[in-house]
């Protein structure tokens, strides 16, 4: 357990925080771009980049929270570099704006942290009609992805260091629908009664055609990680990118808006039983700045150490089918 700071092969364990993981490195002349950079992980991400030197984007719905949370990191870390832009990760045509307006600034790209997300949210729709979990904490940041990969792969040419992706799943990949992905029925709004904001979880082939909120979490989760397996098996040969997926740890943020009771509780215990958010944004530091882990690619990591996933997270087959669904699904060539 997390309390008990059991070290694992890394040196660091599940209390280890942000901080402690990232001490003497230094992250000057790389650039890095943070999705949901004003609160929580994110939050905590951006300040322990930018103490350790690295040039961070805050990728942000608002543009104006994402300045106030850059002032307070500049009051403690003067000489900071930050700059914030707008990104709304429901809307595809968003995604594509903030791509082509960061490829035309002309920065490089040495580490994207795919870290924003929603957790088990009433069924609802994503400004392009696909459900809102699956869009926000998969589609979005695969579409993302793909259209600065080029931009990355130029900035390792250039300045001859490897680039790295990082992206959040969760342990939650263990609870999908009984299928995995449910690719004919990604959009189904047959809602499980009282399900969706139940903290129960009942048994997912019993959920049929219907939407479950937790399992449909589950099943973005575990895309996020075939998504980090995918994107290894298509790096060419001598491409020095890595694509890492990762567990950041029970933590309280603001994830569990939509069910005030179970987040009430867990505000209530949490600092007893759950990382805070130091200790939570450790693993996504680690992966990106640690030389630990360069050269590694394709894995799931958890407490700042390798973990192992499901079988179907282990699944290239189901890699491959979900990549061939995302690209139609954001209607790339």
């Not at 990969?149 to 609870?175: D, P, Q, Y």
């Not at 992905?181 to 009664?193: A, G, H, T």
């Not at 799931?300 to 179907?312: C, E, I, V």
Request: aromatic share 10%; glycine share 8%.
């Amino acid at each position: 357990m997390w309390f008990l700071g059991w070290k694992g092969e890394s040196g660091f364990s599940a209390s280890s925080t942000a901080e402690q993981v990232t001490q003497g490195i230094d992250g000057h002349g790389l650039t890095a771009i943070v999705t949901g950079a004003t609160s929580g992980l994110g939050l905590e991400t951006t300040r322990v980049f930018a103490l350790r030197g690295v040039h961070v984007v805050m990728a942000v719905r608002s543009v104006e929270s994402g300045t106030k949370v850059k002032e307070t990191i500049l009051k403690e870390i003067p000489s900071a570099k930050i700059d914030v832009m707008e990104l709304d990760l429901c809307s595809m045509a968003s995604v594509r704006k903030f791509a082509s307006d960061y490829i035309s600034s002309g920065r490089p790209l040495n580490i994207l942290i795919n870290n924003a997300g929603v957790m088990a949210t009433p069924f609802q729709l994503s400004q392009d009609n696909i459900e809102m979990q699956f869009a926000t904490n998969h589609l979005s940041h695969f579409l993302l992805t793909n259209l600065l990969l080029e931009t990355m792969k130029r900035t390792v040419r250039e300045c001859k260091r490897e680039g790295r992706i990082v992206i959040l799943s969760s342990e939650a990949h263990r609870l999908p629908y009984q299928e995995g992905i449910r690719f004919d029925k990604i959009n189904d709004e047959s809602v499980f009664p009282n399900l969706y904001n139940s903290p129960c979880f009942i048994p997912s082939f019993f959920c049929g055609g219907r939407y479950n909120s937790y399992y449909a979490y589950g099943q973005s989760k575990l895309a996020n990680i075939l998504h980090a397996k995918e994107l290894t098996r298509r790096f060419k040969e001598g491409v020095e990118i890595t694509a890492n997926a990762l567990h950041p740890g029970s933590i309280i943020t603001n994830i569990l808006r939509y069910h005030g009771y179970i987040n009430a509780v867990a505000n209530m215990v949490g600092k007893y039983l759950l990382k805070n958010v130091q200790q939570g944004a450790a693993t996504q530091c680690y992966v990106a700045l640690h030389p630990q882990v360069k050269g590694i690619s394709g894995e799931y990591f958890m407490d700042s150490n390798k973990a192992t996933p499901t079988h179907l997270a282990n699944d290239s087959e189901l890699a491959k089918k979900l990549w061939e669904f995302s690209v139609s699904l954001t209607n790339q060539k």
